[in-house]
Structures are given as C-alpha cells and as structure tokens.
C-alpha cells in the first residue's frame, strides 16, 4: 500500500469543500451549510456552525486578497504576527475563481477606542489631520467615535495605541512596502482577532495582480499574451479590401 498523505487541518479538502469553480462554488457553499455571513465589492464570506474559529471566502475572479495571501506566505516583516490574518489555505480554480480557509475574525466594537487610528495608519495619515471623508465615513459608521475622530491628530488616541501595539505601524508600512499599489482605505479593513489585536483584513481589494502564480503559470500567460499579439499583429495590420 502507499503511503497515506495526511490532510492539513483546516484545509478546503479537511473541510469537505469540493466544488471549487465560479459557476457553481457559492452555490455548493451555501448547501453544504456554509451561508454567507458578509460580502465586498469582489467576495463572499462563509461560516459553519461546525467549524466555528474559520471561515471560507468566496471570490468568481481572483482579486486582491489572493495577492494579500501570497504576500503573507512569501513574508516580510510581521506577517507572521498578531496584525496579520492567519490563512490556513488558498485555491485559484482553472476559471480564476478564489477561495480561501482563515481564521474568524470579529467586527471592532463600536467602543473600541483605537479603530480610527488603525484605520488612519491603512490610509498614511498617521501624523496628519484625518481626511474629510474618512471623518464622515467614521461618523456615520461608529457614532461613538465622534469626539476623537474630531481631534484633527487623533489626540487621546495616537500614543495609547502605540503602546498597547507598537508593531502595527511597523507592520503596516513593511505590508505597503511590498504591495503592488497602494493600501485601501476602507473602513472595514481592520477588524479583531482573538487576542483583541487589530487585524489589516483585505487591504489590496481591487482586481488581482496575479501575485499568487507560480514561477510556471506567470510563464505560460506571457507567453499566451505574446502569441495572441502575434497572431493579431497581422490581422490588424491587413488593408481593407478596396
């Protein structure tokens, strides 16, 4: 008999998750008990009664969170720590639709003290007045924050955070430093981990970058991306028939 592999934990195959195209994968999600807890602009989010501290996201074409993941798996500094989203496992389906297995993590309280200078740190402004729209967006958003995110400089908020998390900053200019384009600045990217520590969530939204191929895939699209040219070159250059 050959040797038995062991499944990881926590993995979509661990998890019984089978169907994985862009067609059909929300739908085998939803029926296999895994109903949709939340969405963005490109996916869903997954939750099962059985499986509590994880949760699967969903995307029909792979965007920035499967670059996200393929930063965190490639390193750099504190990716490894409490600022950054635990992912147990990441799968681009043939089509290009995205799932992944990661930790659960919680919305902030709307007491939570801290939420408008992490958010501030995503969006570069650590040191300088909060931008206008994001002030609206705060108030509209946790009410309770209104006397600090008033504060021009995050008076009352700036040094406490620093010091209940000095690494965050460190994290946060070290993620912007190997991103293909810059941070997004939504209001629900940071979110809370089980220890009670911010978490960046999905700062890289937009449309893919294709961070997650491999040295072999990235090599076989240019190559597909120069033969298609090719064989248009001459056909765009041809006369029209008189």
């Given amino acids: 008999m050959g040797k038995r592999t062991k499944t990881p934990r926590h ?7 089978v169907e994985r195209s862009a067609a059909k994968a929300h739908a085998a999600l939803v029926a296999a008990g895994w109903p949709e807890i939340g969405y963005g602009y490109h996916g869903s989010v997954h939750a099962h009664p059985d499986h509590p501290d994880v949760v699967v996201r969903f995307a029909r074409k792979a965007d920035g969170f499967g670059d996200y993941v393929a930063l965190l798996r490639k390193g750099f500094s504190g990716s490894d720590g409490p600022h950054a989203p635990q992912v147990h496992d990441m799968h681009v389906s043939r089509c290009g639709a995205l799932l992944t297995v990661a930790s659960r993590l919680a919305e902030p309280s709307q007491g939570a003290w801290w939420l408008p200078f992490a958010h501030a740190v995503i969006a570069d402004r650590p040191d300088a007045e909060m931008d206008e729209g994001v002030r609206t967006r705060f108030k509209a958003e946790w009410p309770d924050h209104e006397p600090y995110v008033d504060h021009a400089c995050f008076d009352g908020i700036r040094d406490a955070f620093r010091t ?5 900053e460190g994290y946060v200019a070290a993620l912007r430093a190997v991103a293909p384009r810059g941070l997004d600045p939504n209001v629900g990217n940071v979110l809370v981990g089980s220890d009670g520590s911010p978490v960046v969530n999905d700062p890289l939204c937009d449309n893919g970058d294709g961070l997650w191929r491999s040295p072999l895939s990235k090599l076989l699209g240019r190559v597909g991306d120069a033969l298609r040219g090719a064989i248009g070159q001459p056909w765009r250059r041809a006369p029209w028939a008189a």
């Fill in 11 to 17: 993995s979509l195959a661990w998890l019984g998750i």
């Fill in 164 to 168: 209940v998390w000095p690494g965050y």
